[in-house]
């Protein structure tokens, strides 16, 4: 397990295009560990704090993403909340939004086009919503579970140390063949919801019209209502379920992590060119609200982000 710091961690991720935001200040550790096969990429994560991840699937494949371990953090998928026996699928292009209210660890793994195939010929429902690029959910039983993770964690083990080729192929196939049985499994019928899918479009139809304002202190529920086309009260129903918070709460931890990505990536600017980008007007009050996220003021994360530059190690 290699431990890397939440800002390694958020550009390490592969297979999607990510936006990660951390909502309440760590309480354990980042890692990631990849392995890469023949016919597939597999992946195991920890995310160390409750946070929310907005993101769109880049890789020409499937990729089926579920939890590793058993947690109590609450996780919601596009608003749906993911039980501990159960996998999400999620097709190319696919946009998606993963809400946690605590620390948990996860694993994904990529899935060739004709495995997915087979099981959508015994499934109109489930190739109607892949040709849409909708993210489905897959209840499996906890014997399919188990099995996908003990071959999951072989297979990253084989890849760790000095193995057969043969012994990978093996693994890799009854991987596969495990997931085949778990996408043509009849409750993945029962899963299809209309009104998670609701809320999802609720949310990304209102922070899309906000993308090009400069300044979010401007910015009130009914003006994101009337962009949505909702009324208020569906509003923070929809904000609620998908990312679990208030819209104008959500804009601030957006605006937070903007920030923090912005002084990383960018050493040679500074912290009030990098605020006035994001839109901060009340420049005190955000680093409080940024120290109490990330536990440094913006000034420390920009000396770090000029000392690794630099090539230093931070004093």
């Known amino acids: 397990m290699k431990q890397i710091s939440f800002d ?50 880049t890789a020409d494949t499937y990729v089926l993403l579920a939890r590793h371990n058993p947690s109590f953090s609450n996780i919601a998928f596009n608003g749906e909340l993911v039980l501990q026996n159960e996998f999400v699928l999620l097709p190319p292009g696919a946009h998606f939004v993963i809400s946690a209210d605590g620390p948990r660890s996860w694993l994904s793994l990529t899935i060739p086009r004709h495995v997915v195939e087979i099981a959508w010929a015994r499934n109109p429902i489930l190739q109607k919503r892949i040709h849409a690029r909708h993210p489905c959910i897959v209840p499996v039983t906890t014997d399919q579970h188990l099995t996908l993770l003990s071959l999951a964690e072989s297979l990253l083990k084989l890849a760790q140390t000095r193995f057969h080729i043969s012994e990978v192929q093996r693994v890799e196939n009854s991987l596969l063949e495990t997931a085949r049985h778990m996408l043509c499994g009849e409750g993945i019928v029962q899963r299809v919801s209309l009104e998670y899918r609701r809320a999802n479009d609720i949310v990304t139809t209102a922070l899309s019209s906000v993308a090009h304002l400069d300044h979010i202190d401007t910015i009130y529920v009914d003006d994101l209502a009337r962009a949505a086309d909702v009324h208020s009260r569906t509003l923070l129903r929809a904000f609620h379920r998908v990312v679990g918070m208030g819209p104008v709460r959500y804009l601030r931890f957006r605006q937070l992590n903007a920030v923090r990505r ?54």
């Open 8 to 57: 390694q961690y958020c550009s390490a991720v592969r297979m999607a295009k990510v936006n990660f935001i951390l909502t309440r200040r760590e309480e354990a550790a980042w890692w990631l560990e990849f392995v890469a096969v023949a016919n597939l990429l597999l992946q195991f994560g920890g995310d160390g704090g409750a946070s929310v991840v907005e993101g769109t699937i």
């Open 262 to 315: 912005a002084l990383n990536e960018a050493p040679t600017t500074s912290v009030t060119a990098a605020l006035q980008t994001a839109g901060v007007s009340d420049m005190g009050r955000f680093s409080g609200q940024y120290k109490e996220l990330f536990g440094e003021l913006p000034s420390e994360t920009l000396l770090a982000a000029k000392a690794r530059a630099n090539g230093r190690p931070r004093d």
